[in-house]
């Protein structure tokens, strides 16, 4: 399997290549050259395979150039497998709520949210590929508040690699921080920005813009876009609907900021797993159920502060691979309407590609009262404390959309632990979660950051004085 741009101007790479790269050089996001097809015993297993076994096929079905399926299966096994850092063994749990609502549980994991589930993976498929080539790697992200820490939680003490993790500055929770800062990895360089996640992000697009600069530093990135997080993200759309699929469909509900974790549940659907329809739930920053709902993708000035942080994203980067898939693979068109994004912070989605997103997906956003009365609907009912960002997704789905009539099993994703938020959480249910076992030393650890200002200049020198790749 090759990669592609979605803007259709550079030079088709393998899995590995992919990953390593980011963001392809003409400014587009990979994509897999075509659709490799669930094969059929995964089907006949009915999710008995687990979300190792699913994640090693679909790395196997994406990596064939640079890994055989036993090679897949390996790095599967050591980031899932029984002496794994997940706290659950089935990684990603499923909980019935009532009737036809289940909860899954994506935050097991090291730092409590669902990006460990990628993270984990992608600290393996590092491990592989710089063991193989000999390489060192900076590793730069910018982080809403998960990636940072489940990136830290991946990559601490990782040989090859120094990690430079840009969050911004009191815009995250105190869990959320110390899962960053309290480390004690020496290859491990929390920053803290002056800014917003957009900020961030800025930040982060122009390091790598910076052609000399990427070359030198050896840059690579783990932020949403990379492919080799929708490939393990993919695994457990997978697992859940063959699991609760019968011979329908299972529908989702995806808590949703830059698009990434959505995107896996319609790559889970493109390879042929029983994925009905998957809602779209947004907070108050709801670029996504604007585009849905009106067809013009246009970001606000500003993202507004809510107490789902991790979605306080205007620019939902994955997006971009989506409008490529609906408007029939058309590079030149999504070039064209990323261009226009750039120039004017908006675009209209063509007629067709919207009546194809819509076949798919239901958008809604949520406000932060909803979400609190959510928080305590499913805490009254059925006992279970719920994060923000899962609440969110709980509302959505009592909220409704337009398009959105499931037919069979809804599975909603439980993106982070509710301890990983506290105060939000005492504040709607009165109960504060307990941080789990696992994470008990958390807030005796020392804390380590730096804080710098909204400048890529000043990032780039930070970062230069410090990787040890620098050539
Ligand atoms: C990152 C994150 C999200 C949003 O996921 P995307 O893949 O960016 O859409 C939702 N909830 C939590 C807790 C997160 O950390």
């Known amino acids: ?17 992919a990953i390593l790269k980011g963001l392809a050089p003409d400014g587009g996001l990979y994509v897999p050259e075509s659709w490799p097809a669930l094969r059929p015993y995964l089907r006949e297993n009915r999710g008995a395979m687990g979300h190792a076994g699913a994640a090693a096929e679909a790395l ?32 990603a749990p499923l909980k019935q709520l009532d009737g036809r609502t289940w909860l899954m549980e994506l935050f097991h994991g090291p730092s409590l949210a669902f990006k460990d589930v990628a993270m984990q993976l992608i600290g393996a498929l ?34 090859a690699v120094d990690l430079f993790v840009m969050l911004p500055k009191g815009r995250v929770s105190e869990v959320q921080r110390r899962f960053m800062t309290a480390s004690g990895a020496a290859n491990v360089h929390p920053i803290l920005i002056d800014g917003d996640f957009d900020d961030c992000q800025a930040i982060l697009k122009t390091l790598f813009a910076d052609k000399a600069f990427a070359a030198s530093a050896s840059l690579s990135g783990v932020n949403s876009i990379s492919w080799a997080r929708i490939v393990a993200q993919a695994a457990y759309f997978i697992t859940a609907s063959y699991a609760l699929g019968g011979d329908g469909v299972v529908n ?22 029983p994925v009905g329809r998957i809602l779209l739930a947004t907070n108050t920053n709801d670029i996504l159920a604007r585009a849905i709902a009106t067809g013009r993708y246009e970001r606000a000035a500003h993202s507004s502060a809510t107490i789902s942080p991790a979605m306080d994203i205007q620019v939902a ?13 058309g590079a030149d ?60 997704a709980a509302a959505a789905a009592m909220k409704g959309a337009n398009g959105w009539a499931p037919d069979g099993p809804v599975v909603l994703l439980a993106t982070a632990h509710p301890a990983k938020f506290p105060d939000t959480v ?41 990787t040890r790749a620098w050539r």
């Open 252 to 273: 989702f509900v995806v808590p949703t900021g830059n698009f990434g974790d959505a995107f896996a549940g319609y790559v889970a659907k493109r390879m042929g797993a």
């Open 126 to 159: 590092y491990a592989e590929a710089l063991a193989r080539s000999g390489e060192r790697l900076t590793v730069v992200c910018a982080t809403s508040g998960d990636t940072g820490g489940a990136a830290v939680e991946a990559l601490k003490g990782a040989d």
């Open 333 to 392: 068109t999504t070039r064209a309407l990323y261009a226009a994004f750039a120039q004017s912070g908006g675009f209209d989605i063509p007629a067709p590609a919207l009546a194809a997103m819509r076949e798919i997906f239901s958008a809604v956003a949520v406000n932060d009262d909803e979400t609190r009365a959510a928080m305590r609907a499913v805490h009254q009912r059925t006992g279970d404390l719920l994060c923000p960002h899962s609440a969110i």
């Open 60 to 91: 196997y079905l994406f990596a064939d150039d640079d890994l055989s399926f036993a090679g897949a299966a390996a790095l599967a096994n050591e980031a899932y497998g029984a002496e794994s850092r997940f706290a659950h063994p089935a990684v």
């Open 426 to 466: 005492e504040a709607a249910t009165g109960v504060t979660p307990p941080l789990p076992g696992h994470c008990a030393t958390l807030y005796d650890r020392p804390e380590k950051a730096d804080a710098l200002s909204n400048d890529a200049e000043a990032v780039k020198k930070y970062v230069r004085e410090r």
């Open 317 to 329: 980067s994955n997006f971009e691979r989506l409008v490529f898939e609906a408007t029939g693979r």
């Open 1 to 17: 399997m090759r990669y592609i741009s979605t803007r259709g101007e550079a030079p088709p790479v393998s899995f590995l290549e």
